[in-house]
């Protein structure tokens, strides 16, 4: 069995490319040699203990992202993401955002793109209207559902 030297440089490359792209594992062959970096996706929230007996009133189902915590889930005009991915506000890097606050939107225009496995997929105005808020900034990793902006 020959012995295995690890490449520090190249186990911080790879984890570098994990946070640049929000994958959550990469893996790197040469010959016979495999070295595989995986990342743990980041827990959400742990779990409350709650003393026996004492029964807590339900709360209230809100989206982080919603605007002002208006206590809805969704707030009204919402766009949400109809897939997990990666959010990307422009067509290429250093290229302008596709729309801004205050800009009128026609029924189809491309607000965003959420790339998911390689796919850059365009999300579209559901309807006419105006961008009133961006939730997420560029190249933010987005869950399904999670409101990316909302429309007036």
């Known amino acids: 069995m020959s ?9 911080r490359k790879l984890a570098g490319l994990l946070d640049e792209t929000g994958l959550t594992e990469i893996e790197f062959a040469d010959g016979d040699r495999r070295l595989r970096v ?14 026996a007996g004492a029964v807590p009133a339900p709360a209230p189902v809100m989206d982080a992202a919603s605007p002002g915590g208006a206590g809805t889930a969704t707030p ?3 766009v949400t993401s109809p897939m997990v991915g990666t ?3 422009s067509p290429e890097p250093g290229a302008p955002a596709f729309v801004r606050p205050g800009d ?3 029924e189809g225009q491309t607000l965003m793109i959420v790339e998911a496995m390689k796919v850059m997929n ?12 961006i939730l997420v900034t560029d190249a933010q990793p987005v869950e399904f559902g999670e409101v990316l902006l909302t429309l007036e």
């Open 76 to 78: 009204d005009g919402a």
């Open 104 to 106: 009128a939107v026609k």
């Open 87 to 89: 959010a990307y506000l």
């Open 38 to 51: 995986t990342r743990s996706p980041v827990p959400v929230a742990a779990p409350v203990a709650v003393a």
């Open 3 to 11: 012995s295995f030297d690890v490449d520090s440089d190249l186990i």
């Open 122 to 133: 365009p999300i579209r105005a559901p309807r006419a209207g105006v961008v009133t808020r």
